[in-house]
């Protein structure tokens, strides 16, 4: 009698479909316990993911508050562009636009400060510029000169051909100086005019005829606290 030749593959491959088949079976099992477990734990979590979230939301609304600001009406004053304290004062020439010897006020501003800043006088924006640089502690005096910055130059509406600049200055934390003004705007005295995120610290330029009305380490209130009046 010949020899019956393959004998059994058929049953083989029958057997090899019926292994894998049933391995699928149980990845498929072991994917939908595991998608059941992580669904559950997910779900148990969900309130305190939802509790982090409000938190967090309340914490950025707190943050970027913009209360409004209680504005002089004496047209012979000039009023702090930001909120935080007065940390030095000195006569400097601010040469980009201001171009002769005046007094410089610079404010340095906390994490929690107000990051609105507002317009120190009435008049039309005449000068808006960005420089890129270095993002050393607004702690440190000579940030103002080595770090990112905008400048804004006004052309007082109050006081004809007077000029006043503003620096914005950018900070470790602060990476964001965002305008809200260009170059032709009229703004009026205590008008929002830009965001700085995550504190910074804020320069003024004023006349040498100016008169400060503030100290060293007072704490100001942008668009609210007078820190010099005009001659």
């Known amino acids: ?15 090899k479909l019926i292994f894998w088949t049933l391995v699928a ?14 669904g559950t734990f997910i779900a148990a979590i969900s309130g305190i993911w939802f509790g982090i979230w409000a938190l967090f ?4 609304l707190w943050f970027f508050r913009d209360p ?21 004062m000195d006569e400097t020439t601010e040469s980009e636009f201001i171009g002769s010897p005046g007094r410089r006020v610079p404010t340095l501003l906390s994490q929690i400060e107000v990051h609105v ?13 960005h420089t890129p640089g270095q993002y050393l502690s607004a702690l440190k005096q000579d940030s103002s000169v080595h770090n990112e910055n905008v400048l804004i130059g006004f052309e007082s509406s109050e006081k004809p051909g007077e000029k006043i600049a503003v ?21 009026a005295r205590g008008e929002r005019i830009s965001l700085i995120q995550f504190g910074s610290r804020v320069d003024i330029f004023l006349p040498l005829t100016a008169q400060i009305r503030v100290q060293l380490g007072d704490k100001v209130r ?7 009046s005009k001659t």
């Open 68 to 88: 409004n600001p209680n504005v002089p009406l004496d047209a012979n004053v000039i009023v702090a562009p930001a909120h935080g304290k007065v940390d030095g």
């Open 25 to 38: 079976l149980l990845v498929v099992t072991a994917m939908g316990i595991l998608a059941a477990l992580v």
């Open 222 to 228: 942008g668009g609210e606290t007078v820190i010099a």
């Open 167 to 187: 620096r914005l200055i950018a900070g470790v934390l602060a990476r964001r100086i965002v305008p809200w003004i260009a170059p032709g705007d009229e703004v």
């Open 117 to 129: 800043q507002k317009a120190p006088v009435a008049g039309r924006i005449v000068h808006l510029k």
């Open 1 to 15: 009698m010949p020899a019956v030749k393959h004998k059994g593959k058929a049953t083989q491959a029958a057997l």
């Open 57 to 60: 939301s309340l914490f950025c």
